[in-house]
């Protein structure tokens, strides 16, 4: 029995959404299920898949229920699928069925374009798995290791809501992608995943870090702009989502501070003023901030790419269609429905970088980017924050968003994190200066030693200044041999 | 000056501002600038849903204040201020903002607000503190667990000599273990249930008991199980001001834990033994451990008789034998647990180790639905009554 505030773990499927009585379904989840977890051990965390480790599982979804923690194996993790409570009378919100009743079920006009979004979405859920799957053999702490794997189940997770929605909307089709999904790997020559940055190679923690920054805030975007979606059960899948998504912006936000505020600590206590003193500094076995700002300038620029071209007509349609909103749409003061709306767009005309406006319809995907920036300019705040408590002269910025791009308008050029458009021949003598080098790989790789002792933290970071589940600083987040 | 308050503050050093808290709150107490996440202390009902879902922790702060900080104050915080020295009024289980949070946080399984029996008596609180700590002297120290059990659980007695620590059962103190960690920090306190009842370990003594289970690597706990008689101890509190038991003999109180979240139990049945001999309520204990030999007070309570104590036993790791845990006992006497479930006059506590609440509660939820009760509402009902009480740790 279920009655969509407490999860049924009757079922393997821990679930809210009644499997029990609607056998097709789950008969389609027990079958996929054994593929995940092939999946899982294939691909997921490397060497801890015996481990103890002290993770939150969700057994309701109301607040109460939320955060249960306690020592699960990963591949015992109770992945399920939970969606947030139905809201009676809820309608679509905008685009052309605005004030209509959400759709409960999937309009036959929208199937191709809404399988479309969920595809993508869920591509994205497995491939950071993939992508971090070796760092646990180099985690600066066992909270570390545990903030890891957090998301990682989390992640896995992600990817059982989508699959729910493939099996339970979409048929036969669903099924054939829900299985494409296990597949796919990031990085392969042959089947990668669908999307650029969850390709890349996740080589350190601080990668780590900046991705779950910088791509998961991507993430929380497309979730959020999903949630508003008049596809209702998209929408509640998304709402959970996002509390979740939460946890791991917490990864990213802290673990780059903790890294910079250690950065700043060893330079005091050095006695060194001048933060490009790069070789002092590495000497202390702390990573430089000019390194960190590099991190800082290829993980933001690989993220923008992930918002597509700036002009789309795929996400005027998506929003048309009542599918896929903008951030925050119901908070929006306007006609929710943009047919006469201009929204200013940064394009490059005649070789120079220039606002025109365009339709708002079109210009949305450069609408949901704009509100990313301006969501993670206030987090490198919150770091340059640590570093002038610390007295240390220097200020992180994120680049300017015409640099280092593959997608969209500035493609073709070259340009500085301020915004100088750069030719070839000088972007080349520069861009050691602006994205990290092979050196500077190498000199991170060297820090990446595992501190797997209780309460033990690696050189190049601080502890956090609160535990998980306010547990003290010597408490066992991981116990790894069990 | 008003009474002091409790006041919910969100430090702002820690928060990441993703508007979980926001978006969670049911009575829109909590908004937010373009700086900072905060609470407004004249509309935040203490009803912690925020808590759990916050992936920072920064959500769960807390200050005892004349007057509360207004929105204006908390928009333009770098960090969060000190906790002022105030006098300690009503309401507040501890001072002490970290023994507070160590309280709250045992308390959140019971998902709500906790609130005390209305027939408890007034608890004291915060008599000492750190720097005020209480001197006891151990004048007993027993191992309670069978010599072949890998558990080793202590009883240990403490005399507090003309020193004055009212307490009543299901109330912690904190102990101060000597020394430093390798930061140069003193060590923290660590807080424990008090295991005999308001009137000492023996009647009309100036004495108390705990129960302490060594944990690998635990500094307070092996500084307490290593403890000697004669040996003088650092004591803090009483704290705990809502796990208390009901001043009432018709009342029937239900008790669910394992290994150590028994010492709470043990004070609440030597306190009716002792006090209400002719109580008509009646008082079960389901209590769970591994093997009969890891079970704290295990030889003691076959002593104790039926009349007064209806007892039931799980072991989980009996070799031959299938698991039983305590929610299939509870299931198992489904019939009476059924029967007293709806009664005004049936308290419920639950005290042991956090991966127990979720049996519990499914178990609760299965016996409340054959009785055509929904347990969900049962429970916060229960608990705004002050009948049902959640301690895990």
Not at chain 1, 209 to 231: H, I, N, P, V, W
Not at chain 1, 262 to 290: H, Q, S
Request: glycine share 8%.
């Amino acid at each position: 029995m279920t009655d969509n505030i407490n999860v049924d773990y009757s079922t393997r499927i821990p679930n809210n959404v009644g499997l029990t009585e609607d056998r097709t379904v789950l008969r389609a989840l027990e079958g996929w299920h054994p593929g995940y977890i092939d999946w899982w051990k294939d691909m997921g965390p490397e060497g801890f898949q015996e481990a103890l480790v002290y993770l939150r599982t969700a057994v309701s979804v109301d607040p109460k229920g939320w955060a249960k923690f306690d020592y699960v194996k990963m591949p015992d993790y109770r992945w399920g699928v939970l969606l947030a409570p139905k809201e009676e009378g809820r309608k679509v919100n905008f685009g052309k069925h605005k004030g209509e009743p959400a759709f409960q079920e999937v309009p036959g006009e929208y199937r191709a374009m809404l399988r479309r979004l969920i595809v993508i979405q869920g591509d994205t859920e497995p491939a950071s798995v993939e992508q971090q799957r070796h760092l646990g053999a180099t985690a600066p702490s066992l909270y570390d290791l545990r903030n890891l794997f957090q998301v990682n189940v989390e992640e896995g997770r992600h990817l059982w809501a989508m699959v729910y929605l493939l099996h339970k909307y979409f048929g036969r089709d669903g099924r054939e992608e829900a299985d494409e999904l296990l597949r796919r790997r990031s990085g392969d020559q042959d089947s990668p995943r669908m999307l650029g940055a969850f390709n890349e190679k996740t080589p350190d923690w601080l990668s780590f870090f900046m991705f779950t920054f910088f791509t998961d805030r991507d993430g929380k975007m497309q979730l959020e702009s999903l949630a508003q979606s008049g596809f209702d059960p998209l929408s509640r899948t998304c709402r959970f989502m996002l509390t979740e998504e939460a946890h791991h912006m917490f990864v990213g936000e802290t673990g780059v501070g903790r890294t910079i505020q250690r950065t700043c600590e060893a330079m005091k206590a050095a006695g060194i003023t001048d933060p490009n003193e790069i070789t002092k500094v590495r000497a202390l076995g702390v990573i430089d901030l000019p390194t960190i700002q590099k991190k800082l300038n290829l993980h933001y620029s690989l993220t923008l790419d992930l918002f597509g071209a700036e002009i789309s007509t795929n996400s005027a349609n998506f929003y048309n269609a009542g599918l896929k909103g903008r951030f925050g749409e119901t908070k929006i003061d306007d006609d929710h429905q943009l047919t006469n709306a201009f929204y200013p767009v940064l394009k490059l005309v005649d070789g120079k970088i220039v606002k025109v406006d365009e339709p708002a319809l079109t210009a949305l995907n450069m609408r949901l980017r704009d509100d990313y920036s301006e969501d993670c300019a206030r987090g490198v705040e919150r770091w340059n924050k640590i570093i002038d408590k610390e007295g240390v002269a220097f200020r992180l910025e994120l680049p300017h968003v015409a640099f280092n791009r593959k997608i969209g308008e500035f493609r073709d050029i070259e340009v500085t994190p301020k915004g100088v458009i750069l030719s070839a021949a000088d972007w080349a003598k520069a861009s050691d200066d602006y994205l990290p080098s092979v050196s500077d790989g190498e000199f991170l790789n060297s820090l990446m030693k595992p501190a797997h002792g209780v309460g033990e933290y690696a050189s190049w970071i601080s502890a956090p200044k609160v535990g998980i589940d306010n547990k003290p600083g010597d408490f066992e987040y991981v116990r790894i041999a069990a | 000056m008003n009474a002091p308050l409790k006041q919910h503050l969100i430090d702002p050093e820690i928060c990441i501002r993703c508007n979980t808290c926001e978006e969670t709150c049911p009575v829109d107490a909590i908004t937010h600038d373009s700086n900072n996440y905060v609470v407004d202390a004249a509309r935040c009902n203490l009803c912690m849903d925020c808590i759990p879902p916050c992936p920072t922790g920064s959500i769960d702060n807390w200050r005892i204040v004349g007057a509360p900080y207004s929105l204006e104050d908390q928009f333009s915080w770098e960090e969060l201020p000190k906790q002022e020295q105030i006098a300690t009024g009503d309401g507040a289980e501890a001072i002490d903002a970290d023994v507070q949070a160590l309280i709250d946080s045992a308390h959140t399984g019971a998902g709500g607000k906790s609130v005390a029996p209305a027939s408890a008596l007034k608890p004291s609180v915060n008599l000492y503190n750190r720097d005020s700590a209480a001197i006891a002297t151990v004048t007993g120290n027993y191992r309670l667990t069978h010599e072949e059990s890998d558990v080793d659980v202590h009883h240990i007695i403490l005399d507090l000599g003309d020193t004055p620590l009212p307490v009543l059962e299901g109330q912690s103190i904190g102990i101060v273990p000597p020394g430093v960690d390798p930061d140069g920090k003193p060590h923290r306190i660590r807080l424990y249930s008090i295991a005999s009842p308001r009137h000492g370990e023996r009647p009309n003594h100036n004495n108390l008991a705990l129960t302490v289970k060594r944990e690998t690597n635990g500094v307070c706990s092996n500084y307490m199980c290593d403890l000697k008689k004669g040996d003088k101890v650092r004591i803090t509190g009483p704290f705990g001001a809502t796990f208390l038991m009901p001043n009432d003999p018709a009342a029937n109180i239900i008790m669910i834990c394992t290994g150590t979240g028994s010492a709470p139990f043990r004070a609440f049945t030597e306190w009716r033994r002792r006090a209400m001999p002719n109580a008509t309520g009646r008082m079960l204990l389901f209590f769970g451990a591994r093997r009969p030999q890891d079970l704290p007070y295990f030889g003691p309570l076959q002593k104790v008789p039926d009349s007064l104590l209806g007892k039931y036993f799980a072991y989980s790791r009996v070799p031959g034998e299938k698991k039983v845990y305590v929610q299939d006992l509870m299931r198992r006497e489904e019939t009476m647990l059924a029967k007293l479930a709806p009664s005004p006059h049936t308290h419920i506590y639950v005290c042991g180790l956090k991966g127990m609440e979720q049996g519990v509660d499914s178990a609760l939820d299965d016996i409340c639905r054959s009785a055509e009760l929904r347990w969900a509402d049962l429970r916060d009902a229960m608990r705004s009554e002050g009948r049902y009480h959640v301690e895990t740790y």
